[in-house]
């Protein structure tokens, strides 16, 4: 089974960047029945989805983030991350990484509450 753990600074300034690492245990990054993402829920708010990374190392984003967004990964440690520059209060929100297979999410982290505050 798939387990995946987020980890990461709970408070940004505003301005900064901020940086989250998901470790994922259980089977590769690098096999290719997975892709891996990571997903956000503001307080009060729904999910939404922030980008992907594949097998192959591609990446995609959300439009509406991309501009700020990048995934990456270290295949040596079996772990991706996500970085989201120009941060604001607008940012803070509980960051899940997650696995993808057809289409779904079926394995998520725990979460991590990350808050962008002075």
């Known amino acids: 089974q798939v387990q995946l753990q987020e980890s990461g600074p709970g408070l940004v300034k505003p301005s900064q960047t901020l940086s989250l690492t998901c470790t994922v245990s259980g089977d590769s990054i690098t096999t290719n029945y997975y892709a891996w993402s990571w997903i956000r829920q503001p307080p009060g708010k729904g999910l939404e989805w922030m980008g992907v990374i594949t097998e192959d190392g591609s990446t995609d984003y959300s439009p509406s983030l991309k501009s700020r967004t990048s995934i990456s990964r270290d295949t040596s440690k079996n772990q991706f991350s996500l970085q989201l520059s120009s941060v604001t209060p607008e940012d803070t929100a509980v960051y899940y990484c997650?696995?993808?297979?057809?289409?779904?999410?079926?394995?998520w982290g725990q979460g991590t509450q990350v808050t962008v505050s002075s």
């Open positions: 997650t696995s993808v297979r057809g289409g779904g999410f079926d394995y």
